[in-house]
């Protein structure tokens, strides 16, 4: 069996002024090159091929598993490709929902979204990753109105297909954990107008964009997200936006239809179209080659669709 999962780009949460039962909220979207996970039986026990966060993560999903479910096989983990963890592209929701879901649907069992995201931990206080996981696509979330909850999905819709986003990320930085978030989200507390801007933006912004297809209009609103996003976490991350790519970001705008940062960073990106994007790309690129900023950069198509089974033999 082989799962193929999506990265996600996290445009940032909504509200954390605290005036509203909901708190919380996020807005991101999918994008192709996640994991690629082989998952075989074994006579027992578990199995795993990888680095060592990896083993550590997948030992934990199957621990989580074992006290839900009961096994009939042992099962051999290999990942084949990853996502680098803690650089902002959803890289454990995607490790973690994708190993189980393979497991589970090995041993027969059929899980909902929700139930499987609640058992193995995700969606404490983003559902980006686990919606976008089942459905791909642009996702909007709505917040949780007590700890315990998983967010509700309140709108998701396909990303044009000739949209792209050109994605740098320096070598060597890494953004928060979520140990290290948890108690800068449970303390932080912001000025009602920031989550009122960010929503007006959302609402008359983002979404008609997305309806229409208007690229211009979907990233002027979206940087303009990012900044008060920014503002919000600006205390804890030394600025609007990463120090480490606050300057991409800022070369980015000049370049694209809208730039910003995904989750804590340190990955930042513009939007732009497919006839661009390669253009765009020899661009930023010059212009970290020139500053001696040394990154990874690629170009991102947006994933309209969930993660997929390749093949259900096992």
């Not at 990942?79 to 963890?85: D, E, I, K, T």
């Not at 930085?173 to 000025?191: A, Q």
């Not at 996003?229 to 694209?256: C, N, R, W």
Request: hydrophobic fraction near 35%; avoid cysteine.
């Amino acid at each position: 069996m082989i799962i193929e999962t999506s990265s996600r780009l996290h445009f940032g949460i909504i509200d954390l002024s605290r005036e509203f039962p909901r708190e919380y909220g996020a807005l991101g979207v999918m994008i192709k090159g996640g994991f690629r996970i082989e998952i075989s039986r074994v006579e027992e026990g578990l199995q795993v091929e990888g680095d060592d966060d990896v083993v550590k993560e997948v030992n934990r999903v199957y621990k989580k598993l074992s006290r839900s479910y009961t096994f009939e096989h042992g099962y051999r983990v290999k990942v084949l490709r990853q996502v680098p963890r803690h650089i902002g592209l959803g890289s454990t929701t995607q490790l973690h929902l994708g190993v189980s879901m393979g497991i589970l649907k090995s041993e027969g069992y059929e899980v909902g979204l929700k139930e499987l995201a609640d058992i193995v931990g995700r969606s404490r206080h983003s559902a980006i990753g686990t919606y976008g996981f089942k459905h791909g696509g642009f996702i909007l979330e709505g917040g949780k109105a007590h700890p315990e909850e998983i967010p509700p999905l309140t709108f998701r819709i396909e990303v044009p297909e000739n949209w792209r986003f050109v994605i740098v990320r320096p070598k060597e930085i890494k953004g928060y954990d979520e140990i290290e978030e948890r108690p800068i989200l449970k303390e932080m507390k912001v000025d009602i107008k920031i989550p009122r801007g960010i929503s007006h933006h959302v609402v008359m912004g983002i979404l008609p964009a997305l309806r229409t297809g208007n690229i211009e209009e979907f990233g002027r609103h979206l940087s303009d997200i990012q900044r008060l996003v920014g503002e919000s976490f600006s205390p804890y991350q030394g600025g609007v936006f990463h120090p480490a790519i606050a300057e991409v970001i800022e070369a980015l705008k000049d370049m694209t239809y809208g730039a910003g940062q995904s989750s804590w960073g340190p990955t930042a990106y513009g939007l732009t179209d497919k006839e661009k994007a390669e253009g765009v790309k020899e661009r930023i690129m010059d212009w970290l080659d020139t500053r001696g900023i040394d990154a990874n950069v690629w170009i991102a198509e947006p994933q309209n669709r969930g993660a997929v089974i390749e093949s259900s033999d096992v």
